[in-house]
């Protein structure tokens, strides 16, 4: 059985692109699910978790969290440096820790990166 894993982000539909030249919703979706899709190739029960604004976004991801026994819980880069979120990511980590609290937590640094970071914590 592989390790399960959640990984958490905005909804490319909610992204402002202004802050991220180069990026749209189509890119930045098809990025995420090659990350998720990686992530299972390599074993992993990788699921994506996406949140659609600041005031569900708690709720949203507690009730992820409900019914399944995560290993390790990623919190995506577009959630973690956006300084104009950072309430919003502030939250999640105690979500999670409360939630999850047998899961370890990491964070990437972008799309490229999220295999590394799931498994510096599995």
């Not at 959630?79 to 899961?103: C, G, S, W, Y």
């Amino acid at each position: 059985m592989g390790k399960h894993v959640l990984l958490i982000g905005w909804h490319p539909s909610v992204v402002d692109y202004s802050k991220h030249p180069g990026l749209d919703a189509a890119t930045l979706e098809a990025a995420l699910r090659a990350d998720e899709q990686a992530l299972n190739d390599a074993g992993y029960k990788a699921s994506l978790g996406f949140i659609h604004d600041d005031d569900s976004a708690a709720d949203t991801v507690a009730s992820m969290l409900r019914g399944t026994r995560f290993d390790v819980v990623l919190i995506g880069a577009g959630v973690r440096k956006n300084n104009d979120k950072f309430l919003v990511f502030e939250t999640l980590v105690n979500v999670v820790h409360a939630n999850a609290p047998q899961a370890n937590i990491a964070f990437n640094t972008g799309p490229r990166d999220t295999a590394d970071a799931v498994r510096r914590w599995t």
